[in-house]
């Protein structure tokens, strides 16, 4: 018998969303696009890089946003703040068994 068990990660396990829009939302504040948690969230989630991408240049044709910007430091400091602060949403039972 082949048992599988699939986790939907974010927002169930761990909230890592939340800081992937702050890593993102002070990115783009030194480009000079500032916005708040609330309208990074309706506006980026579920977006892909280009698609996030793409929302930034419509919304401000003034900002140079390279086609990388999606990867090398941002990538790194997600990475690094998920490391940082990624907490587990519910503690684990198993142990007190």
Known sequence: MTICII????GV????ETIAHQVGINSLEKLGYNLT????IRKFTGKNHVG????VIEDQASIFLKISFSQGKFSEEVLRR???ELKPLFESR???L
């Open 94 to 96: 198993l142990n007190m």
């Open 13 to 16: 396990l761990v909230d890592s």
């Open 52 to 55: 996030s991408r793409q929302i």
């Open 7 to 10: 986790f939907d990660c974010d």
């Open 37 to 40: 948690i609330e309208e990074s």
């Open 82 to 84: 998920f490391q940082l």
